[in-house]
């Protein structure tokens, strides 16, 4: 299994922006399709992007569309996801994801980060 440590989130006000980042440990990086999840205050964990192991394809949560972008640099070993016009909403702990194959699921998800909290302030 692929290890995974996010970072960049924090405190930030409606409208503003945030991005984070996950390192993964391994040589094999570049073959794991990436992902973001997010998890609010007594919600069930939710799908947010995805990006394919050569990042020729994204997908994106419908409530994010436009506003959030993932992107991967395999010379990195590390995913983004860049939030614009971020929401009180948008408030979670965001968990990054390696699978073998893009997935859209909590229950396909191959390795897990800890995760980093976002907090949108209105």
């Known amino acids: 299994q692929v290890q995974l440590v996010e970072s960049g989130g924090g405190l930030v006000q409606a409208g503003g922006s945030l991005r984070l980042s996950c390192a993964a440990s391994?040589?094999?990086?570049?073959?794991?399709?990436m992902g973001w999840f997010r998890q609010a205050p007594g919600k069930e964990r939710e799908f947010v992007a995805a990006?394919?192991?050569?990042?020729?394809?994204?997908y994106s949560a419908d409530v994010v569309k436009d506003r959030f972008t993932i992107s991967r640099d395999n010379a990195k070993n590390t995913v983004y996801l860049q939030m614009n016009s971020l929401k009180p909403e948008d408030t979670a702990v965001y968990y990054c994801?390696?699978?073998?194959?893009?997935?859209?699921?909590?229950?396909?998800?191959?390795?897990w980060g800890q995760g980093t909290q976002v907090t949108v302030s209105s």
């Open positions: 994801t390696a699978s073998p194959l893009v997935v859209l699921t909590t229950k396909a998800v191959g390795s």
């Open positions: 391994g040589r094999t990086f570049s073959r794991y399709s």
């Open positions: 990006i394919s192991w050569a990042g020729g394809t994204t």
